[in-house]
């Protein structure tokens, strides 16, 4: 397993947001987290790449512990969290925000590098080429979302966080960013996709989880998923 985690709770002061959350995620899978507003699904993704410490439970990443760690040392460690509403920097340009997602590897890579990482983004997202010295917060909403999440690729992770990336997009940006979402995982990142479009990320991923205040309420194969009536009634509009 790449990603562990074992009866997992976190808390906004007195209120439990996560009640013993336990699941796991394989080396090159998508993993949807589906559920209804309010389900936890951002605490879980924020609860992982270390911006909310858990209160219980136990996080482990390619056999480290991480359970505790800051959100630097997690993404040292390979785990990109593309958060929801994007936070771009957007008074810097599209090609700064994309260097700062590389901010951990700076001392490592060379600028040559950093410029290859770019360009090979740029592939995935031709409009991001387009507007490299535009500055963010400049760009249409499908754009910044291309963009925070050419800025997750920069880290290099091996496993990605998507929190939402479909939130206000048209439909046929979200069909071009899931295509996206399906070469990343060919070219083997793992991916955890919390999605309030339930059924594209059913249809996209591997397996998945469904939350209900704070706890697993169903899982397995996203096809299986997809037949399940109860979550055809509950999130799949009842077709
Ligand atoms: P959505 O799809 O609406 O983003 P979600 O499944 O991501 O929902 P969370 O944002 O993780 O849900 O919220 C889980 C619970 O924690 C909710 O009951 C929410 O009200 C509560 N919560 C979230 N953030 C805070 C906060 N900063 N302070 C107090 N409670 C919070």
């Known amino acids: 397993m790449l990603l562990s985690i074992d ?6 002061g007195q209120i439990q ?4 959350i ?12 589906v559920g209804a507003n309010g389900a936890g699904k951002t605490t879980l993704l924020n609860s992982i790449s270390g911006l909310m410490q858990p209160r ?7 056999g ?6 800051s959100p630097v040392d997690v993404v040292k460690l390979g785990i990109s969290h ?16 994309l ?8 001392r490592q890579a060379s600028r040559k590098q950093l410029e290859d990482d770019i360009a090979a983004i740029c592939a995935i997202f031709p409009i991001l080429a387009e507007r490299k010295n535009q500055l963010a917060g400049t760009l249409s909403g499908g754009e910044q979302q291309m963009l925070a999440i050419g800025r997750g690729m920069m880290a290099k992770p091996r496993l990605m966080l998507l929190d939402e990336p479909s939130l206000g997009l048209a439909p046929l940006i979200v069909k071009s960013l899931f295509e996206v979402i399906a070469t990343l995982r060919e070219d083997g990142t793992t991916i955890v996709l919390v999605e309030q479009n339930a059924r594209a990320a059913l249809r996209l991923a591997d397996r998945a989880y469904v939350l209900e205040t704070g706890k697993v ?3 397995g194969a996203a096809d299986d998923l997809l037949q399940d009536e109860r979550v055809q009634a509950t999130y799949l509009g009842g077709h």
Not at 64 to 69: N, S
């Open 7 to 12: 009866d997992l709770s976190s808390y906004y």
């Open 99 to 106: 260097l700062l997602g590389a901010y951990h590897r700076r």
């Open 217 to 219: 309420v169903l899982e």
């Open 22 to 33: 336990s699941l796991a995620v394989e080396q090159g899978e998508i993993v949807a987290l």
């Open 82 to 97: 593309v958060p929801e509403h994007r936070q771009l920097f957007g008074t810097m340009t599209v090609q700064d925000n």
């Open 56 to 62: 219980e439970g136990c996080i482990t990443f390619d």
């Open 17 to 20: 947001a996560l009640k013993g």
């Open 64 to 69: 480290h512990d991480i359970t505790h760690k």
